[in-house]
């Protein structure tokens, strides 16, 4: 799980098969943001997850904005009392409403389709990206260097806010919530890349209604905290030795290795993963007291369940540092 030093209690994961990824640093990684590689498997659908616990400041609301793969940002809200919340907070993936009816559309993983030819794009989901040979057409390698750079990226971003309420107005995107799939890309535009997968979005599936669309003001525009989590296949992240042959080690084997039996590379990946364990343990143990307010406020359960219900709302959001007359709108999916 990704932890913000300059934002204590705050943390940020990817989920797969209901279980956070392993995680990976990033020794170039952006001033100010946390930035971890991740492994995705092709087809398998994930989850973003955020918490809140002590000593996280409850004194306003906070936004959360997703961008994936350089798409569009998604927005979820939450008010100051709905940040403690066990179990943390959710994003699936896309909602969408056709004929007064509500769908969604899970994140997944996809591969990229590598071969000689010009680009499409589509969808959110790990997906890999295959190889061909030949494949005719013609490519804009301005806009197929572009696209490229986009994929393989999730962005996450928190800004404090205040002052929510519900709209009055309608200020739904006319933009489409979809991530498309790139279509064949030529092997010589990866060449010194180890980019393998893209996000594209399952099939719709049906979704609880959407509740009242809200605004707010930014406390500050400026986002305290930002997470990137960059996927790449095993491959490619032995490929940019974030990884070696000797750490590609199945995780359950560790669990019932004895020390003295491992290499330097398990010690050392069994090492991160009992201070991972502890730090989770100590934060928990630090959210308790504020676990059982929560609970005693209003009954939760504390499981995976994804909020998305709340993720639906559309919302204009201005910055109090903004002149009024410069509304800034952001719409939610």
Known sequence: MAISN???GLRAEILVDGQPLPEYEDDEAELNTVTRYIEASSNKEFVLRWEFGHPFPERYGVEMRVSIDGAAYRVKI???NELYRPGGHTKTGV?????HQCFRRNYRFTAL??????IL???YTYTNIYVVEEVPGTVNARQLKQDLESKGNIRMEFRFISNMRESNGDHRSSKKATLQPMGAI??????GDARSHQATLGEPRPARPRRARQEYDYVDATPFATFVFKYRSRASLKALRIINDAEDVDARSLDDMPEDSMNEHQLREALRRARRQDANGRSVKQETHASRRVKRERTETATLADDNNDEVTIVESRSRKRPRGEPEVIVLD
Do not use: F, V, W
């Open 95 to 99: 909602g969408h409403k056709k004929n």
């Open 121 to 123: 794009t589509r969808n």
């Open 6 to 8: 300059e934002t204590p």
């Open 186 to 191: 030529p092997e010589k535009a990866l060449k």
């Open 78 to 80: 939450k008010e100051a």
């Open 113 to 118: 389709n590598i071969g000689q030819a010009q």
